[in-house]
């Protein structure tokens, strides 16, 4: 609906049309009444053209508003790496494994504050993140990010699936708020799954998820909660509070001296949020030995979705040290280059695209340009060992499914 100047304006335009076209006879005599009509026809283009560039004028500086907002946003990242980088001198005269109070008390405040934001009221229209990329235009979450198809081949007892309890049916409004709850009660469970070097089968990295559980003790599992906590524009600080558990799980393996790495999803919504992103690099800047440790994964339509501002991001990231890896992969074209430019140095192949003879050509197209490049082929949800004599023959690095180890549910850090 327009507004009242602009109806002002629309009403004055029309009667000075009106007034030109019917007067002007009158005021210059002899004039014919069809050129009076003819200024006045002139009188309203030109009204018409005058508004438009004026609403045209109000759009531009709309948008270099907004693309001021990105840079302030950009900025405050920049100088958090800045800040970093400045205390990682410092962080080197520290005792390997050494965990100040500065930092522990900077975690917490970290994690409370993140608690809050779950709390707090999303205000009507508001997006997770902005001003990209749209949330309409990420994939839906279907299903959990660790979903494992049904083995096609009996599996020993030991490595069958721990039985797991489920909550019990709820509608929307009860998922949500028991997913508050928990965040609150800090019952976010954290669970690994193994991903092992080929053909040794030795244990490199775990994939971190995350599971949430009820007050009862029953799990509620992703493929319930995803999509009503995307829909409550949750998601975001879902994601953080799980990195930053994922961390807390980095240092104590550190402090036992494991050498393993871990794999943590990191969502659009998570490199769109300086603040969170300002206050984490902080939290890594007392922590520089866990940065080679923690390998953030993005899904392909993201990477592909990112804007300018993302793949700045995640580049300034990959500047201080960490790496990336690009998971739930449906095309096979793609870009090794890029790639190589933005520190993605793992590449993540359902192993269906693997063994699909009609497939087959391309995806060995693929390992070849792989070679020499740094970047790993991991191949996920292998269930048997038919499937993995089968991998094992296209040259893959890594693995990952049931056959090697399900997740389970990791130990509370110390």
């Not at 507004?3 to 002899?30: C, E, M, Q, W």
């Not at 890594?284 to 390998?295: D, I, S, T």
Request: aromatic content about 4%; proline content about 7%.
């Amino acid at each position: 609906m327009a507004s009242l100047p602009t109806l002002l304006y629309a009403l004055a335009v029309v009667a000075a049309a009106v007034a030109t076209a019917i007067g002007l006879p009158d005021l210059r005599p002899g004039t014919d009444p069809a050129s009076g009509w003819l200024a006045g026809a002139l009188i309203l283009l030109a009204g018409v053209v005058f508004h438009e560039g004026l609403i045209r004028r109000e759009r531009g500086r709309a948008v270099l508003d907004r693309l001021d907002g990105v840079q302030r946003s950009l900025d405050a990242l920049a100088a958090a790496l800045d800040r970093r980088t400045a205390r990682m001198e410092e962080g080197r005269s520290a005792a390997p494994g050494t965990v100040t109070q500065e930092t522990v008390l900077q975690e917490v405040k970290l994690l409370q504050a993140l608690v809050a934001r779950l709390g707090a009221p999303r205000p009507a229209g508001e997006a997770d993140h902005p001003p990209h990329p749209p949330r309409e235009s990420r994939p839906a979450r279907a299903a959990p990010r660790d979903a494992m198809p049904a083995p096609q081949a009996p599996r020993p007892p030991e490595d069958r699936p721990t039985a797991v309890i489920e909550a019990p049916p709820m509608d929307d409004a009860a998922v949500l708020e028991a997913v508050r709850d928990a965040l609150a009660a800090d019952r976010i469970d954290i669970y690994l799954q193994p991903m092992v070097s080929l053909p040794q089968r030795k244990h490199r990295f775990y994939e971190v998820f995350s599971r949430v559980r009820a007050a009862d003790g029953s799990l509620i599992l992703p493929d319930r909660y995803l999509e009503i906590a995307e829909r409550e524009g949750l998601i975001a600080t879902i994601d953080n509070l799980l990195l930053v558990r994922c961390v807390q799980l980095i240092r104590e393996t550190d402090r036992r001296q494991h050498a393993i790495g871990f794999f943590s999803n990191m969502s659009a919504a998570t490199l769109s949020d300086a603040e969170f992103m300002t206050q984490f690099l902080d939290l890594m800047a007392r922590n520089q030995a866990l940065v080679p440790k923690l390998v953030f994964e993005l899904s392909q339509q993201e990477l592909r979705a990112g804007g300018a501002v993302t793949m700045g991001i995640l580049s300034q990231l990959a500047r201080i040290g960490f790496r990336f890896s690009m998971d739930q992969v449906t095309d096979l074209d793609v870009d090794v280059d890029a790639l190589l430019r933005h520190e993605i140095r793992y590449l993540k192949l359902d192993r269906g695209l693997l063994l699909d003879p009609v497939l087959a050509p391309r995806a060995e197209a693929l390992r070849r340009r792989l070679d020499g490049t740094g970047i790993d082929l991991i191949a996920e949800k292998i269930e048997t060992e038919a499937q993995l004599d089968a991998l094992l023959r296209t040259g893959i690095d890594f693995g990952q499914g049931y056959l090697f180890g399900e997740p389970r549910p990791a130990r509370k850090p110390a």
